[in-house]
T-cell receptor, first 111, second 113 residues
Framework: GDSVTQMEGPVTLSEEAFLTINCTYTATGYPSLFWYVQYPGEGLQLLLKATKADDKGSNKGFEATYRKETTSFHLEKGSVQVSDSAVYFCALAQAGTALIFGKGTTLSVSS | DADVTQTPRNRITKTGKRIMLECSQTKGHDRMYWYRQDPGLGLRLIYYSFDVKDINKGEISDGYSVSRQAQAKFSLSLESAIPNQTALYFC????????????FGSGTRLTVV
């Protein structure tokens, strides 16, 4: 079945460092891809999404590009802030099914 | 008020007890979902419902049951709670016309002792 694999954490960075969190997927057909973020003590919020190959999702300085040839959707940010500390989930969905999540990557940013 | 409300927010229960987690939404969405979050395992799908008369098992439905009482209400029951059901449970909703626009509740932290 469909699945999502993302890099294990925790990822620990200093403020203003460059962030990459890797995500690859296995799916039949052409899924939509997502990044969700969970801040401490809260539920999940959609960070960005891409619905077809070569689409780039972006929000709050974060970006991810849907790469069909490498089945990847890596999350990047050029300069992280302490407020970006959270758990990040890569996910996929296809029409008629529910969201499938990766295991999550914890990001900790220090000042 | 939150768009997706889960009750209770926290619950401690004993092994063998029956417990119900409730979810209600004001989004007007037709689709509702229950996920479970465990450290290092991400979110795993327990059950989902695409409308009031539709109930589907997810990846980890054993030991759980659900009831879709109305379009806005979707309850998750543990018939006989066991300690490895200790987890953070999330309800989510989406709309058929926008299947990718999920809204999540704030979660219910369940501890089974």
């Amino acid at each position: 079945g469909d699945s999502v694999t993302q890099m294990e954490g925790p990822v620990t960075l200093s403020e203003e460092a460059f962030l990459t969190i890797n995500c690859t997927y296995t799916a039949t057909g052409y899924p939509s891809l997502f990044w969700y973020v969970q801040y401490p003590g809260e539920g999940l919020q959609l960070l960005l999404k891409a619905t077809k190959a070569d689409d780039k999702g972006s929000n709050k300085g974060f970006e991810a590009t849907y790469r069909k040839e490498t089945t990847s959707f890596h999350l990047e940010k050029g300069s992280v802030q302490v407020s970006d500390s959270a758990v990040y989930f890569c996910a996929l969905a296809q029409a008629g099914t529910a969201l499938i999540f990766g295991k999550g990557t914890t990001l900790s940013v220090s000042s | 008020d939150a768009d997706v409300t889960q009750t209770p927010r926290n619950r401690i229960t004993k092994t063998g007890k029956r417990i119900m987690l409730e979810c209600s939404q004001t989004k007007g969405h037709d689709r509702m979902y229950w996920y479970r979050q465990d450290p290092g395992l991400g979110l795993r799908l327990i059950y989902y419902s695409f409308d009031v008369k539709d109930i589907n098992k997810g990846e980890i439905s054993d030991g759980y049951s659900v009831s879709r009482q109305a379009q806005a209400k979707f309850s998750l029951s543990l018939e006989s709670a066991i300690p490895n059901q200790t987890a953070l449970y999330f309800c989510a909703t989406s709309r058929q016309g926008d299947p990718y626009g999920y809204t999540f509740g704030s979660g219910t932290r369940l501890t089974v002792v």
